[in-house]
Nanobody, 125 residues
Framework: VQLQASGGGLVQAGGSLRLSCTASGHIFSSYVMGWFRQAPGKEREFVASIDLDAGLTYITGLVRDRFTISRDNAENTIYLEMNNLKPQDTAVYFC???????????????????WGQGTQVTVSS
């Protein structure tokens, strides 16, 4: 299984972007999928996760009022809808998959065994 993230770009503050992450190969409904981001000089941090089976979602409090995560299991794709973007949202955004489906600890980077290549999001002020 390979993950392909797309949808990043340059946007002005207050704008919106929708990131997509498509899996080539079969993703089982037991997987947990997540989005992380890494700004220059900083650690990769958790943004959001989704349980592909139950559709449960969890979004970090930093962006909870502006970001939404969703899935399309038929298309093996998850999305990250980002609204009211701010310059501090600038980062490379990565999608990842946890085949073990550890939902309760889905914010932990170490759980994720599969990673996409990342897509750059740049928000100008």
């Amino acid at each position: 299984v390979q993950l392909q993230a797309s949808g990043g770009g340059l946007v002005q503050a207050g704008g919106s972007l929708r990131l997509s992450c498509t899996a080539s190969g079969h993703i089982f409904s037991s997987y947990v999928m997540g989005w992380f981001r890494q700004a220059p000089g900083k650690e990769r941090e958790f943004v959001a996760s989704i349980d592909l089976d139950a559709g449960l979602t969890y979004i970090t409090g930093l962006v909870r009022d502006r970001f939404t995560i969703s899935r399309d299991n038929a298309e093996n794709t998850i999305y990250l809808e980002m609204n009211n973007l701010k310059p501090q949202d600038t980062a490379v955004y990565f999608c990842a998959a946890d085949p073990s489906g550890r939902w309760r600890t889905s914010r932990l980077k170490k759980n994720y065994e599969l990673w996409g290549q990342g897509t750059q999001v740049t928000v100008s002020s």
